[in-house]
């Protein structure tokens, strides 16, 4: 089976930095691509930043300039830098990678989540 385990959310106050983390155990045979999503209060989860195996990064227009992914493949870890916060930041951040198993099985895996608060 496969585990994706966020760490890293918490509250801070606007213009303020946070990183997020998210490590993929189990029974992994490769990663394809690992990325951040979020989610607000009764909006639908978007994408926040994506990054590829070969470190091609895709960013939501909303975050650029200010959060940057980068990504361990030897650890199979997945960063999000997020600088220069803003309140409209504050959700729910999902981990989710894109791998195959050991079964051979391709699939997208999620974290539970991480809670973002941007707030004064």
Known sequence: QVQLVESGGGLVQPGGSLRLSCAASGSIFSIYAMGWYRQAPGKQRELVAAITSGGNTNYADSVKGRFTISRDNAK?????????????????????ADLTTTRGTRNNYWGQGTQVTVSS
């Open 76 to 96: 199979n870890t997945v960063h999000l830098q997020m600088n220069s916060l803003k309140p409209e930041d504050t959700a729910v951040y999902y981990c989710n």
